[in-house]
């Protein structure tokens, strides 16, 4: 059965390396409470996404720690934090992650 995280920030956050994924959420989950909602591999190239969630304060500094972790070991393609997502965000959210 699927977490309810409404209500709680997002954040996001892709690498060009599966493996320095894993070495960023765990930097980001040992900086703040947050949750990570799921992995998604790339499907054209190494890389993955990573969707956390927590409050806005967890997940900027679970977000601030999982960059510093991996820019000196993998091309950060983008990372943002949505505060409040949209109602309608939310099934967004699972589309890739449920595939």
């Known amino acids: 059965m699927a977490e309810n ?3 709680m920030a997002v954040g996001i956050f892709e ?3 599966f493996a320095a994924c894993f070495v960023a ?3 980001a989950s040992k900086a703040a409470n947050v949750k990570i909602q799921n992995i998604e591999r790339n499907r054209l ?3 993955a996404c990573v969707k956390m969630r927590g409050s806005v304060s967890d997940v900027t ?3 601030e720690a999982a960059i510093h972790v991996a820019e000196p ?3 950060v393609v983008s ?5 409040s997502p949209a109602h309608d965000t939310e099934p967004a959210m699972y589309m ?3 595939k």
């Open 15 to 17: 690498l060009d390396s």
């Open 96 to 98: 890739t992650a449920n």
């Open 79 to 83: 990372h943002t934090v949505i505060a």
């Open 45 to 47: 190239g190494a890389g």
């Open 61 to 63: 500094a679970a977000m």
């Open 73 to 75: 070991i993998s091309k």
């Open 25 to 27: 959420l765990d930097a």
């Open 5 to 7: 995280y409404n209500g």
